[in-house]
């Protein structure tokens, strides 16, 4: 059940019998030469709706415009800084709070959001439970098995698989392998916490930063989608059903 494809009298026959929402966050950002720049927003969407459907559960709009300032070299992405998206979750938060939503789950698609939304949610008066898509073990037995250290840390193969089964595929077959990262470079830069633009684009010249998009098909896609919203709705139903 989506929010805006709700009306009022809708959710509030919803609140009457429960009072949890699946939020996405995603971002606005290049995902390298053959991944949509709405990638981690199409992914964290899908993901929710698909389990907002097992779990019978209301899915809010996702939060699309979000910290991304390394990738403001490349055309197309759009960032906000922290601060203005920590503030935007917390307002939209305190409204389905307002509305009488208890639970509330966000389901989050985009590493450099996790630090800002945990800034400002810690102190809310209801449950509220934190997750990205890939934190379960049904995915990433997926991930490890298909694609190993390629994986990397951006414009992945896993995400781009997703996107290929439920939105386009792009032509990648001349691409080669990125430059392989360290397990200190990954450590180093966990959460996204790259460099300045123009130092980042200079590292990393067409946005991949150790994913080898190209190992995507969309046949992993389908598998990596039902794989994330199946354990997405399982434990969005544990969420609702706990006190926590």
């Not at 990738?71 to 503030?87: I, K």
Request: charged share 20%; net charge negative.
């Amino acid at each position: 059940m989506r929010l805006n494809l709700s009306t009022w009298p809708e959710v509030e026959k919803y609140l009457e019998n429960r009072d949890g929402v699946i939020l996405p966050t995603g971002s606005t950002e290049q995902h390298g030469p053959i991944g949509l720049i709405g990638t981690d927003s199409l992914c964290a969407l899908d993901i929710a709706e698909c389990a907002g459907e097992i779990a019978d559960a209301m899915v809010a709009p996702v939060i699309g415009y979000t910290p991304a300032p390394f990738n403001m070299s490349f055309p197309g992405t759009l960032s906000v800084s922290p601060e203005t998206f920590g503030r935007l979750v917390e307002e939209v938060v305190d409204g389905l709070i307002h509305h009488g939503f208890g639970h509330i789950y966000i389901l989050n698609g985009h590493g450099a959001n996790l630090q800002p939304m945990g800034d400002v949610l810690a102190s809310k008066p209801v449950a509220i439970r934190l997750r990205s898509w890939w934190d379960f073990e049904p995915v990433n037995t997926l991930r490890r098995q298909w694609y190993g250290d390629w994986e990397g840390m951006h414009a992945t193969p896993s995400e781009i698989a997703i996107t290929q089964a439920r939105y386009r595929i792009i032509a990648g077959d001349d691409l080669d392998p990125p430059e392989k990262l360290t397990p200190e470079f990954i450590k180093a830069h966990a959460g996204d916490r790259h460099g300045p633009a123009d130092e980042h684009r200079s590292r990393f010249p067409d946005g991949r930063v150790g994913s080898h998009s190209s190992l995507a098909t969309p046949e992993q896609g389908r598998a990596l989608f039902e794989a994330a919203s199946k354990a997405v709705a399982e434990d969005y139903a544990a969420f609702v059903g706990s006190d926590t």
